[in-house]
Antibody, heavy 121, light 108 residues
Framework: QVQLVESGGGLVKPGGSLRLSCAASGFTFSDYYMSWIRQAPGKGLEWVSY????????YYADSVKGRFTISRDNAKNSLYLQMNSLRAEDTAVYYC??????????????WGQGTLVTVSS | DIQMTQSPSSLSASVGDRVTITCRAS??????LNWYQQKPGKAPKLLIY???SLQSGVPSRFSGSGSGTDFTLTISSLQPEDFATYYCQQSYSTPRPTFGQGTRLEIK
């Protein structure tokens, strides 16, 4: 079945770095755009970054631009998020999700189970 | 950025009730509106895409409507497993989508 499994979260000090991974299975990963979406504790959802199926097109939310880097390895069916210069406000559960792009719009399905990133001294 | 505002922020209802959740966009987004359900400790799950299309496998008691700036998610007869938080998401401004703040649906 279609599955996305995130890993790499943990506790990091402000200013530190962390690399998240998302392993995909059960679908042709290289055919799909992918996104990272985060959720601060007790808060709503915030889109973070977006990468095209080939990796040639990338977008970031203003809140992470210049600090986070999204990438993918289609040979390994994997998505990554390199997070540098982390701040307390980056504390959140980070989800990877497949981004469905259609004439009717763009939606996220499926989602991984999430990985918690905590930025604290 | 396009702002999405959901109402109410929380709602108490009983099993069997008909429930409606509203999502309003700060500008017209045509039908570029999706709905998700999130249960505690779990990832969001897509329910409705393109304002009114039911995602495969989602029960038919869920329905969506609207276009322009005003949208609704309706659950025709609440089941115990429907108690969760619901989010709308606009994709008019793709690749920079935005979500509503969420509506928490609780058992009365």
């Amino acid at each position: 079945q279609v599955q996305l499994v995130e890993s790499g979260g943990g506790l990091v000090k402000p200013g530190g770095s962390l690399r998240l991974s998302c392993a995909a299975s059960g679908f042709t990963f290289s055919d799909y755009y992918m996104s990272w979406i985060r959720q601060a504790p007790g808060k709503g959802l915030e889109w973070v970054s977006y990468i095209s199926s080939s990796g040639s097109t990338i977008y970031y939310a203003d809140s992470v631009k210049g600090r986070f880097t999204i990438s993918r390895d289609n040979a390994k069916n994997s998505l990554y998020l390199q997070m540098n210069s982390l701040r307390a406000e980056d504390t959140a559960v980070y989800y990877c999700a497949s981004s469905i792009i259609a004439v009717a719009g763009n939606w996220f399905d499926p989602w991984g189970q999430g990985t918690l990133v905590t930025v604290s001294s | 950025d396009i702002q999405m505002t959901q109402s109410p922020s929380s709602l108490s209802a009983s099993v069997g009730d008909r429930v409606t959740i509203t999502c309003r966009a700060s500008q017209s987004i045509s039908s570029y509106l999706n709905w998700y359900q999130q249960k505690p400790g779990k990832a969001p799950k897509l329910l409705i895409y393109a304002a009114s299309s039911l995602q495969s496998g989602v029960p038919s008691r869920f329905s969506g409507s609207g276009s322009g700036t005003d949208f609704t998610l309706t659950i025709s007869s609440l089941q115990p497993e429907d108690f969760a938080t619901y989010y709308c998401q606009q994709s008019y401004s793709t690749p920079r989508p935005t979500f509503g703040q969420g509506t928490r649906l609780e058992i009365k």
